[in-house]
């Protein structure tokens, strides 16, 4: 696979690379990532509780955006890397607004806050690839 090209490039290849590894975690050891999270682990689970199941799924998930981030860093494809900034900047608002409502644990606002600033460093990116962009035109 390429390596990235453009700053922008490198922060979706480092997000992508950490939702894959961080995926990767919760497919082998559920208890480890709910553990990160600030969620009880619980040593047995009640009939119809899919905690689990849940885990799989929304890790399962994580891998699959972490080959998708990945790939789109390897062939630069910019209109993804900008599509990304404000739909983190909703998963951060989302989750974080959980923590603050009491509805998930404080550790929880971590994954908000990679979230948002995340989308934050890739928009700076954008934003000062475009302006040398427009400077080397301008020259």
Do not use: C, H
């Not at 390429?2 to 922060?11: E, I, K």
């Not at 608002?93 to 934050?120: D, M, N, R, S």
């Not at 928009?123 to 475009?130: H, I, N, P, R, V």
């Amino acid at each position: 696979m390429r390596l990235p090209r453009t700053p922008s490039g490198w922060t979706i290849a480092v997000f992508g690379l950490l939702a894959f590894l961080l995926g990767l975690l919760g497919l082998v050891s559920p208890g480890t990532t709910l553990e990160m999270l600030g969620f009880e682990v619980l040593q047995t689970r009640a009939p119809g509780d899919y905690t689990l199941v849940y885990m799989a799924a929304s890790s399962m998930a994580a891998v699959n955006m972490g080959v998708y981030y990945m790939l789109a860093s390897a062939v630069d494809f910019r209109p993804f890397f900008l599509w990304t900034v404000p739909f983190r900047l909703v998963t951060f608002t989302v989750f974080t607004t959980l923590v603050v409502t009491g509805e998930a644990p404080a550790k929880f606002l971590g994954v908000g806050l990679w979230e948002g600033a995340g989308a934050l460093i890739t928009g700076a990116a954008l934003w000062w690839e475009s302006r040398r962009t427009t400077a080397v035109r301008a020259a």
